[in-house]
């Protein structure tokens, strides 16, 4: 009897459950229905399953609230309006049959329990056949067992060494890591000529990689390390180790964080009153980060995960550097256009992030021939190549994509491109990511004369 009570009363908690997500899953993404046919009754205009549309349907987990929703919202924003332009276009063909996607968007908050959480939600009641995120490792780690145990294939935009590893065969970063990251960021700090740097990290798995990764190289190039400090990441008041950073009066203070954090000691480094010269991470580079600093971004040195919109329409790029790249304007363009229009604008560069990893996915569906066989996509993507908007995207056997690093300083005073002045970008000449190359594009300013405009 006891069983029996219980076993009912899991059958209302599911119908109730049922009866909250439905509604939700419609406010989530333009849902493909299909008119259900009246007992007995055939009608001549109902399709066949042969030419009826058909939904794929794509999870998304990333942060939309919490520390890192600068940066998650952006991305997410940019998911759904690729999945707008391919609909919009009539969808996509995969043997035959027509799709349309569909984008299901889960809000980690930050929070690794959420993202487990979400991971469950997305492929046990929505049946996601592939999932995009989560886009940092402090989330995606505790995930990736579950995406490697279903064979559901991922990709992140996370710059871990620990989340893109030897045995990872599901999950592909969308952006270069803490190695690839640190090597460009030193060769601008080399460019400077600087001979003392103060260093400043968050917790983090990403963060720790690309420390280690910072320290070796400027080891290696005889840059002394006047501080190497590292704070959690639910840090929101860096005062203190600001002051005991300044007390070494480094050339540079390089600072390693993401999202929230970064705008935050950023900010708080200007309302301190000092103007070391700051060369730091992505987050670094984003137009995000610079509208809430506001003059405290001024001069700021970062190397960008990506190039931002500004940087690729407002011909501060020699155009040998886009052709180089395989940079489409007139998609970026397009895909621009369509962004404003329904979206917050000042998230248009985080953006492509978000539609460049829906696009693969389309890319993938099509050449591997099918919309749910995990182990023929995950076959496809290993030898994916195609012509995205920032630039031309392969897949390689790291499990990154191409990697292309632009190095650039910021000027708070101007408007669009000219908000950047792009110093150089770095990219490597083999598939295996082991040899980089350094296309110098702008004058790099020295320490002495930036010590000197600045007074510090």
């Known amino acids: 009897m006891k069983r029996n009570k219980l076993l009912a009363l899991v059958i209302g908690i599911c119908l109730i459950t049922t009866l909250l997500i439905v509604p939700f899953l419609s406010a989530c993404g333009t849902r493909t229905e299909t008119p259900a046919e009246t007992p007995g009754e055939t009608s001549g205009t109902t399709p066949t399953p042969s030419t009826a549309v058909k939904t794929v349907k794509i999870g998304f987990l990333c942060a939309f609230s919490g520390s890192y929703a ?200 200007y309302e301190s009153g000092w103007r070391v010269q700051i060369a730091g991470s992505p987050e670094f580079a984003g137009d995000e980060l610079y509208r809430v600093i506001g003059p405290g971004g001024e001069g700021i040195v970062s190397v960008a995960a990506s190039f931002t919109y500004y940087q690729l329409t407002g011909g501060t790029l020699k155009q040998a550097a886009l052709d180089g790249m395989g940079t489409n304007i007139a998609k970026i363009q397009q895909i621009a256009d369509t962004f404003v229009k329904k979206y917050e604008p000042k998230g248009l560069s985080s953006s ?55 190095v650039s300083r910021y000027h708070e005073s101007t408007v669009g491109a000219d908000k950047y002045d792009m110093l150089f970008y770095v990219t490597h000449t083999d598939d295996l990511q082991q040899n980089w190359v350094t296309t110098e594009i702008t004058k790099v300013d020295k320490i002495p004369e930036i010590r000197k405009m600045r007074g510090y």
């Open 70 to 269: 600068v940066s998650g919202q952006p991305i997410r924003d940019g998911a759904m309006n690729a999945a707008d332009m391919i609909n919009g276009a009539g969808g996509f063909t995969v043997n035959g049959q027509q799709y349309k996607l569909e984008v299901i968007p889960y809000d980690t908050r930050t929070d690794p329990k959420r993202a487990v959480a979400g991971a469950l939600y997305l492929h046990e009641l929505i049946d996601a056949k592939m999932q995009c995120g989560p886009y940092n490792s402090l989330c995606l780690l505790p995930v990736q067992p579950l995406y490697e145990t279903w064979k559901v294939l991922n990709v992140s935009a996370t710059a871990s060494l620990v989340a893109v590893r030897p045995g990872i065969e599901y999950t592909w970063g969308v952006t270069s890591n803490g190695n690839m990251r640190m090597s460009a960021l030193a060769a601008g700090i080399v460019g400077m000529e600087a001979k003392t740097v103060g260093l400043m990290s968050e917790n983090t798995e990403y963060a720790q990689d690309s420390r280690r990764a910072m320290l070796a190289e400027l080891n290696k190039k005889g840059i002394k390390i006047t501080s190497d400090e590292i704070t959690d990441s639910s840090v929101t008041d860096f005062s203190t180790v600001i002051a005991r950073v300044r007390a070494q009066n480094p050339d540079v203070l390089c600072p390693i964080y993401s999202g929230g954090p970064a705008i935050l000691l950023a900010k708080q480094v």
């Open 352 to 406: 492509f992030f978000g539609y460049e990893s829906i696009a693969s996915f389309v890319e993938v569906m099509q050449k591997a021939g099918t919309v749910d066989d995990s182990v023929k996509l995950r076959q496809a993507y290993m030898n994916m190549e195609f012509d995205g908007a920032v630039a031309k995207i392969k897949a390689l056997p790291t499990h990154y994509w191409t990697v292309f690093l632009p």
